[in-house]
């Protein structure tokens, strides 16, 4: 009987929830667990939702909701007691300790279905199983239409259903089609997915399929036999924790395996809703598994190590997303959030799925989503998030979702599977053998940093002595042509000096944008994270910490953004944390201006300097939080890789092209305003007589600002003026360049009309170093502690990461200045 089936002032014992695991998760948070006691409080025919008592607490259920839960009533249980003479007992109360025994009896009846490629065994399964005697086939399309058959093992009575087989979940055969809909219609309890061990790769691509579903299931790792006999090994527990499938061996034609298999489809269906996010189970949960455990599988194979078996599928089972990529993950977050709308359809499907399927150009999930009442809507941002994709990938989104599968199965065999039999050397696994070596791989990783670091600096001094002429051009038309007087100043040095010095790194920051989207595109970084994950999991984080690392070279925004993808959150806490140390193009120009003032002879290797620093500044800032900040184990996660592609013109000048557009709109706006309030802070107050400008600077406001921060900056070996830059850098890092810009306009000892402001600067090279390992490190700017606590979902988190960054800061710079005064 369903829940929404009983009557106002009715009692009932919940016996299980159906459908996919999103749902099952709410229900269950909701109370409705298993054994426990509802009352109907009102269920008026036509009314919806219906109300209910659980637990002492009221709460409102949809019909539709209330229909994917099983009870068992009053009066069912009066009938199962008594079943000829129903009528003569309608009025003996049954007590509620007899409800919950009837409830939990009848939850020992289990629905699974198989599903799996054609020809991987699931009819011999079947057979096994249910001691029928269907016909199995050495070819494919024997199993037209589901076969159903009935057992009992371990105490539980099992209806098992032998599904047609298929590669696929599409809508384009009738069989996936079936296979599709039993699973949603019907809702199996457990669906054992049976796959050819033999023939691994192209049997995961349903496995990938049935996980977007969100359903609750065992992998059976049929054919085992034949993948022993290979010679090819699998590390499948690894492989299961990867994916969080449990997977278990058998050989259904011998049924070997098959008892396993079984017993771990009842522990999954026992305890997979009740784990708690830390992996923890409800005592009454595990107290109830384990008198199961010893009434019905006492003597078994497994029987004494129960309690470790306990402990290690609890970090099998847990639902995984399928990573398909930045852009193809934001596409579906946009549709996803479209379907969202429809509260009502949410117990029935996962809207992930909906969604991944949509942009499959699913049409029976087209058809199916036309007729929701915002079904248009959810069409068109299908249409344009498609369009989108088309453009930004260079093919269609379907295509563009299959390759994403195939490169995360790619990744989680690489991972778990040894190939002793390489014989195509395809050109993907020659390159993988070279550039994801244990060995050369980390040398070439190097190289490659440094060529793109070489590259940006090299390639960018062109364009940037263009731009440095044409401000100046710009700075003496105005010199020339405007009167005398404040207005003129404003001009002159508070916005062509402020955003002239900054403007003329736009040529380094495209740069530096153009190798990172090649590495990207090309699939090289993926490789890099690849050969990166065990130096993470040292650092407490993970190989897909490594990429928003990465990124986080271009901006901390995007890549504290991008931390989403690590499933576990205590890695992607600590990757937003120290993210801010990876060095952000902001914070370019400063270096650029330093470096090319006070060491143009090694510029290239003093900025990965700079940069190497930060990085390892990053390892060791990420060891402390995950020793003793941030709690919790690290789950493993599977790692795409993508195939290689040659990167298509396109997409990088894409890429490239709004990082620029980005950095130009910040010179527009954030930076021309600050630049004038400095301006104007440094102008103000003009007193009648002062003389010289450094003079009249040095009593304006700025200048008191700064006096009142020099004693804290002295001992770095900075004067007030540095001081002002790091300030004004709180907003944003490029403002530390463009403040310096307008402050050393009036020094006495250099030309002003200068616009480089290497030259403009009276400092030694050691402030320098201490200068810019200080911009390095300390406070990220808004926009990243804004993001952080977006990620992290607290301010906390964004308050921490601008305390500890400054404070680290402080603690570098003061340690490089004291350190090498104290040697020259
Ligand atoms: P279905 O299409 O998935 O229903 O697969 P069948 O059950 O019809 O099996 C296809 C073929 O694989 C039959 O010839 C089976 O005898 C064989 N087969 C099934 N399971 C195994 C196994 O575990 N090992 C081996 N070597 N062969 C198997
Ligand atoms: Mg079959």
Redesign the pocket.
Known sequence: MRLSELKTGEKGVIVKVLGHGGFRKRIVEMGFVKGKIVEVILNAPLRDPIKYRLLGYEISLRRQEAERIEVVSEQEARSMQNPYHGALTEDVTIDESRLVELAKGKRRTLNVALV??????????FNIASGAHEH???Y?G??VDAKEGFFDFQGYHFRIV?LP?TYSLSAYTPEELYVRKHIIEETPDVIIN?MDASNLERNFYLTTQLIDMNVRMVIAL?????LEASGNQLDYIQLSRLIGVPMVP?????GEGIDNLFHIVISLYERGDFLSQKGEIRKEILDDLRNWHKKYVPDHDYGNDHEESLGRSRAVMRHIHINHGPELERSIDEVKKAISFNEEIRHKYSTRFLSIKLLENDREIEAFVGTLPNGRDILEVRQREAERLRKVLNEDSEQAITDAKYGFITGALKETFTDNHLEKEQTTRVIDHIVTHRIWGYPIFFLFLYLMFEGTFVLGEYPMMGIEWLVEQLGNLVQRSMADGPLKDLVIDGIIGGVGGVIVFLPNILLLYFFISLLEDSGYMARAAFIMDKIMHRMGLHGKSFIPLIMGFGCNVPAVMATRTIEDRKSRLITMLVNPLMSCSARLPIYLVLIGAFFPHQASLVLLGIYTAGILLAVGMARLFSKWLIKGDDTPFVMELPPYRLPTWKSIFRHTWEKGVQYLKKMGGIIMIASILIWFLGYYPRPEAYSSVAQQQEQSYIGQIGKAMEPALKPLGFDWKLGIGLLSGVGAKELVVSTLGVLYTHEESVDPEDVNLANRLPITPLVAIAYMLFVLIYFPCMATLAAIKQESGSWKWAVFAALYTTALAWLVAFTVYQVGSWLS
């Open positions: 799996g490629n054609p020809n991987c065994g699931k009819t011999s399964l199995v086939g050495n494919s024997v199993t032998d087989g049976v049929n054919m085992y036999d034949e058998t050989i259904s034609r011998h």
